[in-house]
């Protein structure tokens, strides 16, 4: 059965897929494209309406402070980490550190991995030099490959088709594991239009349009434009919904986005993840929860302490310092508390192996970094980092 929404063939086309997109691949012309996008229009749904409602009902008992939430995993999927054992280990992190998350807060805390298509990624530059050659960007599996030559670089749709294999193998093990009502569910930046437009589906329940790729995608700092594709989009699911939130955003704008994505102001519905940086006062912070508090939006309130806090070491190598991430995360506690507000968890860059991506804790100073740093794009916690910040924050 033919159910989805914006599709080739449709009598119209849904209102984002004529809107501009930022962060797109460049590969609009390539033949191939229209059959990968009918591919996985007629692919199957990949997640089930009833349990992306299961979750909603979660996170709004996280919105009401009832619940906490674990968001957490590679800033980059890779895609040859399908298989079984890989999805164990990064799932076994997850629930760990949740589990230290309830011991510590004495609330249920809800599992989501950063998994199961997190495949895509935006990048503040299109190019990069390499050996003194300008190559394409690394954009995540689905769009290219890192290897650092111009063949590797070139963006091709096919990989949608790739990425939507491993994300389905994934998603099974995700679901064989999901034993408890509090998860592990599946999350993953809805960036590629080409591929998260075709897998819209209709919940067979309540008729209303749910995206099948996921069980509750973010938008990101780069693709939070209101009027854009990816805002629409966004808007007009039913999944649950997530958006970063950088430093740059006025509270104005941020009441503005919450509108488009809450406008029926749902417990649930809207999570704002925080990423401002260690280095932005919590004078600039309050004012973005207030006036969000003020216009009536119950939203999920999320700590991303990694992403405004990316520094370079002397050799250019992308790291974090756990010490800035607890100190963004802590701060973010006490601005939501202050508000009488609950601060409803962390949203990570984790890894399941001990990788040497970050420092702090087991890794001492930069010299380290080149033990085991594996990550296909942002520096990620090793689950020693992970536990630290998480006992650090919550004690
Ligand atoms: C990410 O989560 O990997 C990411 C790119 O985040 P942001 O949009 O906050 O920069
Ligand atoms: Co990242």
Same mark, same amino acid.
């Given at each position: ?36 996008? #009918?591919? $996985? /229009?007629?692919?199957? @749904? ?9 979750? =909603? +009902?979660?996170? !709004? ?97 096919? #990989?949608? $088709? /790739?990425?939507?294999? @491993? ?9 064989? =594991? +999901?034993?408890? !009502? ?214």
């Amino acid at each position: 059965m033919n159910d989805s929404l914006a599709v080739a063939g449709a009598p119209a086309p849904a209102v984002w897929d004529l809107l501009p997109a930022e962060q797109q691949p460049r590969w609009s012309a390539h033949p191939d494209l229209p059959g990968v996008r #009918r591919a $996985l /229009q007629d692919a199957p @749904a990949l997640t089930t309406a009833a349990d992306v409602r299961t979750l =909603r +009902r979660q996170l !709004a008992e996280v919105a009401l402070g009832r619940a906490r939430l674990l968001q957490s995993g590679d800033c980059a999927e890779d895609i040859r980490e399908r298989g079984p054992a890989h999805t164990a280990a990064k799932a076994e992190l997850l629930a760990g550190l949740a589990d230290r998350m309830a011991l510590r807060t004495g609330r249920p805390v809800v599992r989501v991995g950063r998994m199961g298509g997190q495949f895509a990624k935006p990048r503040s530059s299109p190019t990069e030099t390499h050996d003194g050659v300008d190559l394409p960007v690394f954009r995540g599996h689905l769009v290219n490959s890192p290897e650092p030559h111009p063949a590797a670089r070139r963006h091709d749709p096919n #990989r949608m $088709l /790739q990425a939507y294999e @491993a994300s389905a193998a994934v998603l099974r093990a995700l679901d064989d =594991r +999901r034993t408890d !009502a509090y998860g592990p569910w599946a999350s993953h930046e809805a960036l590629v239009m080409d591929y998260e437009s075709p897998q819209v589906r209709r919940d067979p329940e309540t008729g209303a349009p749910y995206l099948a790729s996921t069980h509750f995608p973010w938008i990101g700092e780069r693709t939070r434009q209101l009027g854009l594709a990816h805002v629409e989009f966004l808007a007009s699911l039913a999944n649950p919904v997530a958006c970063k939130i950088g430093p740059s955003a006025s509270a104005e704008q941020v009441v503005r986005l919450c509108r488009v994505l809450d406008p029926d102001r749902l417990p649930g519905r809207l999570t704002l993840i925080l990423r401002t940086g260690v280095r932005t006062p919590a004078s600039a912070v309050t004012p973005v929860v207030e006036a969000v508090q003020r216009a009536g939006h119950p939203v999920v309130w999320l700590s991303d302490p990694l992403h405004g806090n990316t520094v370079q070491t002397s050799t250019g190598l992308k790291t974090r310092r756990l010490a800035d991430a607890v100190g963004e995360a802590v701060a973010f506690r006490r601005v939501l508390e202050q508000q009488g507000l609950h601060p409803g968890g962390l949203h990570l860059e984790t890894a399941a192996a001990d990788v040497t991506e970050c420092l702090g804790g087991p890794v001492a100073d930069e010299h380290a970094l080149s033990g085991r740093y594996e990550s296909l794009c942002d520096p990620r916690l090793n689950p020693a980092q992970a536990r630290e910040l998480i006992d650090a924050v919550f004690s």
